[in-house]
């Protein structure tokens, strides 16, 4: 160690972990964190450092495409969730009960479905689906 400090002296490097960023856990939260370290077979620092710069250089890698792409996708879902809130939450609001056969139509026609309402509210053509 004291010889990449008196190394990292002469070539100048700037590269030592002098700053801190840091929040505060829970008891039971350390605990998590650092069983969530032993399982890696590493120290608990080095497995935050690992986790906190995971997303910053994940969605560096991603293009603009994958943006867009993770957009779509996050769309369908709201769509399909809206939708399936809405057909269950409507007849209940009326003091209506769904049967388990309702409730199982509905949540197919969703799956089926989302994914179109959701092109529909973007403005693009349907998918080249078999229905």
């Known amino acids: 160690m004291a010889e990449e400090l008196t190394s990292a002296r002469k070539n100048g490097s700037q590269n030592f972990r002098i700053h801190a960023a840091s929040t505060k856990v829970t008891q039971s939260e350390l605990a998590e964190l650092e069983r969530a370290a032993a399982e890696r077979g590493i120290r608990l ?9 995971r997303a910053p250089r994940d969605s560096d890698q991603m293009n603009s495409g994958d943006h867009i792409n993770y957009g779509k996708r996050l769309l369908t879902e709201i769509v399909g969730l809206q939708v399936f809130l809405t057909n269950v939450l409507s007849p209940m609001s009326r003091g209506e009960w769904l049967d388990a056969e309702q409730y199982e139509g509905i949540m197919r026609q969703v799956k089926a479905k989302k994914h179109r309402w959701a092109q529909e509210i973007l403005g693009e053509p349907p998918p080249d689906t078999h229905e």
Not at 45 to 53: A, G, K, T, Y
């Open 45 to 53: 620092s080095e497995w935050i450092r690992e986790v906190l710069f």
